[in-house]
């Protein structure tokens, strides 16, 4: 579908630019020596509004910033966790104003419950058993894949 070449095919290719290369120095060592302030926390929130808005992936900025932060995993996961349960509540108050809410939606969300609570359930009974360093590769290994699938996404989005 060539109309769908447009702005959101450049915004992921830049988005997985960025996720890449940050994941890239992330792997190799980078970290903030001090925890951000105001004007940091808000680039990296207006990061992921703008990645969200374009690409519907807005994830990417935040877990980059909670992790390179010296916080810690522990910080950071919890940080993460609370972003997107905000951000998810926000935008289902806007889909309900919208009148994209159904009584169809709350079935399909009690189909997916299960798989939901499960994951939570063992990422968070993984987390308490992975050593730190684990547990920071994966993130990244997840970011590098996520960074690999917008790429790809605005890459069909050109080609196709």
Known sequence: MADDVGPG???ASRLAIFVLAATFLLWRGFALKTMPGNVVSLAAGAASG????ATGIGGPPVILFYFATPAGN??????????FLITDLMGLGFQARAGLVTSG?????????PALLAGVWLGARSFKRANPE??????????????????????????I
């Open 9 to 11: 095919s450049a915004h």
């Open 50 to 53: 703008f990645a969200n808005g």
């Open 74 to 83: 522990l910080a950071g996961r919890a940080s993460v966790v609370a972003y």
């Open 105 to 113: 939606i709350f079935i399909q969300a009690a189909i997916f419950l």
């Open 134 to 159: 684990t547990f920071r590769n994966w993130v990244l290994v997840l970011l590098a894949i996520l960074g690999l699938a917008t790429g790809l996404q605005g890459l069909m989005k050109i080609v």
